[in-house]
Nanobody, 124 residues
Framework: EVQLVESGGGLVQAGGSLRLSCAAS????????VGWFRQAPGKEREFVAS????????RYADSVKDRFTISRDNAKNTVLLQMNSLKPEDTAVYSC?????????????????WGQGTQVTVSS
């Protein structure tokens, strides 16, 4: 069974940090680029960051550039999203997704499967 499971969300004060993890199973992990997206209540799903299958190339939304860092460990089938200097506007459900042989697209439609998501809440 193909699975992506996110963890690491929670409640943090503005200026704080969180590290999200996306654990993959049931498929050949290093055939897939992985993206992180977020969705706040009443808003559309928004691209956050992505990483190519070999980890050589990453992409970030302008809103998180220089604050968030995406990385992957193909030996552990895991992608991490380190989030620093968090702001209240970062509050959302964060989900990871797999893109077969992709470049780490910023478009949700390009991804083949998704995790359930983890809640991140940043208080002011």
């Amino acid at each position: 069974e193909v699975q992506l499971v996110e963890s690491g969300g929670g409640l943090v004060q503005a200026g704080g940090s969180l590290r999200l993890s996306c654990a993959a199973s049931g498929f050949t992990f290093d055939d897939y680029a992985v993206g992180w997206f977020r969705q706040a209540p009443g808003k559309e799903r928004e691209f956050v960051a992505s990483i190519e299958k070999n980890g050589d190339s990453t992409r970030y939304a302008d809103s998180v550039k220089d604050r968030f860092t995406i990385s992957r460990d193909n030996a552990k089938n895991t992608v991490l999203l380190q989030m620093n200097s968090l702001k209240p506007e970062d509050t959302a459900v964060y989900s990871c997704a797999g893109e077969f042989e992709g470049s780490g697209s910023s478009r949700p439609i390009d991804y083949d499967f998704w995790g359930q998501g983890t809640q991140v809440t940043v208080s002011s």
